[in-house]
T-cell receptor
Framework: GAGVSQSPRYKVTKRGQDVALRCDPI?????LYWYRQALGQGPEFLTY????????KSGLPNDRFSAERPEGSISTLTIQRTEQRDSAMYRC??????????????FGEGSWLTVV | KNQVEQSPQSLIILEGKNCTLQ??????????LRWYKQDTGRGPVSLTI?????NTKSNGRYTATLDADTKQSSLHITASQLSDSASYIC????????????FGKGTTLSVSS
């Protein structure tokens, strides 16, 4: 696609429910990043893929969070048994180069998750 | 531990004034440093990308500097405009394949008339 596309843009869910957030990166981009941003805060790295391989998941807060990118394109971030503290903007970004050395990183508009 | 620290956390200036935002990092080995502008509710937009060998890079009224020895970068905004009100995020890339970006928490700039 022309840009990084995320869905849903807004999601309100009840505490305890599972949610799945989707990221469709720019076509052909190798690297895909997930991070989240609470209101008024800076971004917090979650996880990172090169192709379909999850390179780094050290930022995932706990085992309720998981991500996959099975075909090296679209990625899904899943949060199980959501809690109110999970409420944040979840952003996806992609880059054409797996070493990310100097290449532009393109960000999606994000998915606003509110857990009530 | 790889970290990026930004200061100040927030800043308020009058329209037309200059300001400088700071970014200190402990990322090693270092590949490049990026400054992003993020308007409220929008995704970050790249302002500058600097590699180890670059000391300064400009993008209009934005000038970024990098001192790789002291691991410090600054973003200078000249003749600020109301539209400069945003969060400015410093992002550092380690020079290590398969290693993720390191984000600073950002500086929130408010420009008032």
């Amino acid at each position: 696609g022309a840009g990084v596309s995320q869905s849903p843009r807004y999601k309100v869910t009840k505490r305890g429910q599972d949610v799945a957030l989707r990221c469709d990166p720019i076509s052909g981009h190798v690297s895909l990043y997930w991070y989240r941003q609470a209101l008024g805060q800076g971004p917090e790295f979650l996880t990172y893929f090169n192709y379909e391989a999850q390179q780094d998941k050290s930022g995932l807060p706990n085992d309720r969070f998981s991500a996959e990118r099975p075909e090296g394109s679209i990625s899904t971030l899943t949060i199980q048994r959501t809690e109110q503290r999970d409420s944040a903007m979840y952003r996806c970004a992609s880059s054409s180069d797996r070493t990310i050395s100097g290449n532009t990183i393109y960000f999606g508009e994000g998915s606003w998750l509110t857990v009530v | 531990k790889n970290q990026v620290e930004q200061s100040p956390q927030s800043l308020i200036i009058l329209e037309g004034k200059n300001c400088t935002l700071q970014c200190n990092y402990t990322v090693s080995p270092f590949s490049n440093l990026r400054w992003y502008k993020q308007d409220t509710g929008r995704g970050p937009v790249s302002l500058t990308i600097m590699t180890f060998s670059e000391n300064t890079k400009s993008n209009g009224r934005y000038t970024a500097t990098l001192d790789a020895d002291t691991k410090q970068s600054s973003l200078h905004i000249t003749a600020s405009q109301l539209s400069d009100s945003a969060s400015y995020i410093c992002v550092v890339s380690p020079n290590q394949a398969g290693t993720a970006l390191i984000f600073g928490k950002g500086t929130t700039l408010s420009v008032s008339s």
